[in-house]
């Protein structure tokens, strides 16, 4: 079976209330809601962790684009993926999440 992805559906339902969907409370005390799929980019941010960052988009190479820079470009582009209603920059930003912020500025 194939799946088409929707980069403003799939990526925007990060923060949707879906009452099919699952809430998770991480160990830092934050409770994730909406599409788990995406939820460790958010937790990069949160934790200002780099390494968790590419991880993650090298895990969605294939399924959301053809290389990690491209799956970067999807989930910060203007209908991409949000966090907490914010884009993964303005996240980034407001979390003063100094490394991932200027990560994500220098890949895309």
């Known amino acids: ?3 088409l992805i929707v980069p403003a559906l799939a990526l925007s339902a990060l923060t949707a209330t879906v ?3 699952t809430n998770v409370t991480t160990s830092e005390g934050y409770k994730l809601v909406g599409d788990m799929k995406f939820s460790s980019f958010c937790k990069a941010v949160l934790n200002d962790d780099v ?3 590419k991880h993650s988009l090298a895990r969605k190479v294939g399924s959301v684009a053809s290389s990690r820079r491209d799956v970067l470009r999807k989930l910060i582009a203007e209908d991409g993926m ?3 209603g914010a884009s993964l920059v303005d996240f980034a930003k407001q979390r003063e999440a100094t490394e991932v912020h200027a990560y994500i500025l ?3």
């Open 51 to 53: 390494l968790l960052l």
């Open 1 to 3: 079976m194939k799946y």
């Open 82 to 84: 949000t966090c907490d």
């Open 106 to 108: 220098q890949q895309s």
């Open 19 to 21: 009452s099919a969907e």
